[in-house]
């Protein structure tokens, strides 16, 4: 059993990150752990016709992006990837600067490791 982390965030082409979500979830057996952050529930709204909730049957776990005590959080926690999908410029920014004030940009810096 693999597990992957997918982070959403609000940048436009929030189909590829639901996309993504759909692929690994019919590979069975895997753990799927989903963060969506304001912003891409927001764009989410806007050019999809399907609610973040709707993503929640596709994740083994999903998390707020603001829970930083998550276990995706950890460098003990052990993953086969991740993947931000789409990734706005400031998701981007902060992963790169390893800004750490949200689940998503931290559990991208402990992939990075």
């Known amino acids: 059993m693999a597990r992957y982390i997918v982070g959403i ?7 590829y990150g639901v ?11 895997d753990e799927i752990h989903l963060i ?21 049957p596709l994740a083994s776990f999903v998390h707020s992006d603001d829970d930083l005590a998550a276990p995706i959080s950890s460098g ?6 991740m ?5 706005s410029i400031k998701t981007a920014a902060a992963i790169a600067y390893s800004l750490n004030d949200t689940l998503l940009v931290r559990a ?6």
């Open 9 to 15: 965030s609000g940048a436009s082409g929030t189909i």
């Open 19 to 29: 996309r993504l979500l759909e692929a690994l979830h019919e590979a069975a057996g």
């Open 36 to 56: 969506i952050t304001p912003g891409a529930k927001r764009t989410m709204a806007l050019e999809m016709s399907r609610s973040p909730e709707s993503l929640a």
């Open 76 to 81: 003990s926690f052990q993953t086969a990837g």
């Open 83 to 87: 993947v931000v999908a789409p990734c």
């Open 108 to 113: 991208a810096d402990v992939c990075l490791k």
